[in-house]
Every structure is written in C-alpha cells, then in structure tokens.
Nanobody, 126 residues
Framework: QVQLVESGGGLVQAGGSLRLSCAAS????????MGWFRQAPGKEREWVVAITRSGYTVYADSVKGRFTISRDNAKNTVYLQMNSLKFEDTAVYYCAAHFTRLRNYYSTLVAEYNYWGQGTQVTVSS
C-alpha cells in the first residue's frame, strides 16, 4: 500500500519560512518523479514545483527564488523549503508521486501523478 505523508505545515507570518516534508512508503521511491501542488479555497489545485528522478528541479514562476525542493532517496522523502512566504501562498499543500522510467522527466499535470498525500495546511498571515 502506497502512502505519502506530508508534515511541516502551519501558521507563519508573511516573510517567514516553513519546511514541508513528504515521507513515502510502499513504493520504490527512486523510480518516481515527485511534485508539490497546492490548493487554495475556491481555486483549482495548482502545480508548484517538481523534481525528477535525477534531481533536476523545476519551479512555477510564482515561487521561483523562494521555494526549494529536494529529495533524499535513502529516506524516501521529498522536502519543500519555503522562504519569504506571502499571503497568497496560503493553501493546502500536497505532495505527489509520478512513476516514470525516464530519469529526467517531470510533470506539471495533476492527472499524470499516480499517488497523492493527504495534504498539509500552510497559512501565511499578512
């Protein structure tokens, strides 16, 4: 049974930082590209960042320069370091896993991800 479990969300003031973690189990983690998405109330789920199997990273323009994704294959965990947080970053953050045989492939599409975590709330106060 595959599980993705996010942690690290919370309430932070604008300009502050949070570090999200996503621990994966029940899958061969190194065979998956990983992504973080977020969903604000009344809005569609949007892609935030992705990391390929090889460690290549891609960011949405809205978070570029502020967020950093990384992965530790030995710990089956992907991280999202979020700095300089803004009110508009407030959302439920989800990690997701995409199986791919390609080491440099990543996806920004919700439909291409095979597994999802339950989400963790990030609230940024202005």
């Amino acid at each position: 049974q595959v599980q993705l479990v996010e942690s690290g969300g919370g309430l932070v003031q604008a300009g502050g930082s949070l570090r999200l973690s996503c621990a994966a189990s029940g899958l061969t983690f190194s065979n998956y590209a990983m992504g973080w998405f977020r969903q604000a109330p009344g809005k569609e789920r949007e892609w935030v960042v992705a990391i390929t199997r090889s460690g290549y990273t891609v960011y949405a323009d809205s978070v570029k320069g502020r967020f950093t994704i990384s992965r530790d294959n030995a710990k089956n965990t992907v991280y999202l370091q979020m700095n300089s947080l803004k009110f508009e970053d407030t959302a439920v953050y989800y990690c997701a896993a995409h199986f791919t045989r390609l080491r440099n492939y990543y996806s920004t599409l919700v439909a291409e991800y095979n597994y999802w975590g339950q989400g963790t709330q990030v609230t940024v106060s202005s």
